[in-house]
Structure formats: structure tokens, C-alpha cells
């Protein structure tokens, strides 16, 4: 399938254009909505936990914030946190793993069994822990985050490279004298890439979700503004002043479910048989 027919196939869904379209618009209100709007996050002011009015479209914190601008400025750092500690995971993962399937024998074992205490771990329990001691900051929040979700990637990426270094192009490469490390930075890494792809959006989803996590526990890093904080600050008013929990919950579950249904749209459109799977379901079910 080519690339036009892949784009078609995607735009045929209609939840992934939905998706689509939302994750857009959220990353258009994160990187113009703070210069748009011209107010201060935060700003405290007298309108103390006013309920969505046309003056406050989102309401007023417990301090008289506009929560509004709140949000806006939360998305930013909400998504920044998504993006860094998922690109960190993913280049740490297709690391490993490549090493791990290429290399295979003792490295590739040491490898994978490191990648298997990585995943049987209480990830959130452990990164709170771990932001418990080393003290809260965006920059640490985003270390332990990719820290702990590499494995996944690393897993993958190592069956992809087992397949892809068996082909002929890549003994024809051997047979013109290659390097081995050559072959696998030029060869065997970047034509196991489309596997991996499909899990940078559900990483920027874990992500969000874990960071959102330690923020409503408290740990997150007091100097900058997430979605996770604001729910952290609206627990204590959560029967006052439902908007609190109530507008940052729904934009940390909408995001989710998107970046969720994007990466499993893209899975399919690289996946022959899990297209085919689908088409044949629709089949069964279409009257």
C-alpha cells in the first residue's frame, strides 16, 4: 500500500479524523493560546471559586485564577512533558532493542532481561518514589518518566530488527564488506522504524497519564502549570466547585483517547493483516 492510499485509508475513520483534528487544535491553543490570552495564570483576584460564566468560561480557582488560562498554559506543559519523556523512551527503546536482535547472545539476553524487570515494575508507584527522593521538578519528572517506559519500544524493536536482518539487501550490504555496526544504523534500524512508529503516540499518552499522576499526588514541580496540578488543586474543593476536576479530567481523558486511537490507527495502516482483519470484520458485521 502506498503512502497516498495509507493517508486514505486513515481519513476513512472517522474517530481517527476526530482524533486527529483534536490533538491539532490542542497543540495550536498550547503553543498560541498563551500569547493570545492576556491574562496571568497566576493572577489572584477576589472572584473566588466562581462556577463557568461568560465572564470565566471555565470558572475560578479557590484563589480567584481564571481557569481558563490555566488550562491553556497546562496544556503546554502537559504536552512538553508527553513529547520529551516519549521521544526519550523511544530512542533509548529502538537503542536496546536493535542491539538486542542484532547482536542476539549474551546481549541480547542481558538486554531482554532488563527490558522484563522494566515492565513487571509498578511504574507509578516507582516514579513517585523516585520523584519523592530526588525532589519534584519538570526536568526530573520527565527523566523518571522515560526512565521507566522504554521497554515496551525495546521489545518491539528487537522482533522487527530479528526480521529485518535476516532479508537479502541486508546480506547483499554484508557482502560488500559493511561493517556490521554500519549495516544496523543504515540498514536494519531505519526499515524497522514503521513498527515503532505507532508507539510514539500511546508513549505521549502513558506519559501524559503518568505525569498527571504525580502532579494530583502532589509532586509534581510547584514553578510550572500542568493539568495534573490543577486537579491536584481542585480535590480539595471537588464537592464547591465541580469545574475544578471536572474541565482538567476531561482534557487529560480526551487527549488520552486520542493519542490512543491515533497510534492504534497508524499500527493498522503499516499492519497488512491487522487492515485486512478489519475489512473482513466490517464485512461480517455490514448487513
Known amino acids: 500500500m502506498s503512502r497516498k492510499q495509507r493517508w486514505g485509508w486513515l481519513r476513512s475513520s472517522t474517530a481517527t479524523t476526530v482524533s486527529f483534528v483534536f490533538i491539532v487544535l490542542l497543540v495550536l491553543v498550547a503553543l498560541v493560546g498563551p500569547f493570545v490570552l492576556p491574562g496571568n495564570p497566576a493572577a489572584i483576584s477576589r472572584d473566588v471559586l466562581q462556577p463557568p460564566s461568560p465572564d470565566a468560561l471555565f470558572g475560578t480557582d479557590h484563589l480567584g485564577r481564571d481557569q481558563l488560562t490555566r488550562m491553556v498554559y497546562g496544556a503546554r506543559i502537559s504536552l512538553l512533558v508527553g513529547v520529551l519523556a516519549a521521544g526519550m523512551a523511544i530512542v533509548v527503546g529502538i537503542a536496546v532493542g536493535a542491539c538486542a536482535g542484532f547482536f542476539g547472545g549474551i546481549v541480547d539476553i542481558a538486554l531482554m532481561r532488563m527490558s522484563e524487570f522494566f515492565q513487571v515494575i509498578p511504574t507509578l508507584i516507582v516514579a513517585v518514589a523516585i520523584v519523592a527522593l530526588i525532589g519534584p521538578g519538570l526536568a526530573n519528572i520527565i527523566g523518571v518518566i522515560a526512565l521507566l517506559s ?138
Open 150 to 287: 522504554w521497554a515496551q519500544t525495546a521489545r518491539v524493536t528487537r522482533a522487527e530488527v530479528l526480521r529485518v536482518k535476516q532479508l537479502d539487501y541486508v546480506n547483499a550490504v554484508r557482502c560488500l564488506g559493511h561493517r556490521e555496526f554500519l549495516v544496523l544504523l543504515r540498514e536494519v534500524i531505519p526499515n524497522s522504524l514503521p513498527a515503532v512508529m505507532p508507539l510514539i503516540a500511546l508513549g505521549v499518552a502513558d506519559a501524559i497519564l503518568q505525569e498527571s499522576s504525580i502532579s494530583f499526588l502532589g509532586l509534581g514541580s510547584p514553578d510550572t502549570i500542568s493539568w495534573g496540578l490543577l486537579l491536584h488543586d481542585g480535590q480539595q474543593n471537588l464537592l464547591s466547585a465541580w469545574w475544578m476536576v471536572v474541565i482538567p479530567g476531561l482534557a487529560i481523558f480526551a487527549t488520552v483517547l486520542s493519542l490512543n486511537i491515533l497510534g492504534d490507527a497508524v499500527s493498522t495502516a503499516l499492519n497488512p493483516r491487522l487492515r485486512l482483519t478489519g475489512r473482513v470484520r466490517r464485512k461480517v458485521v455490514t448487513p
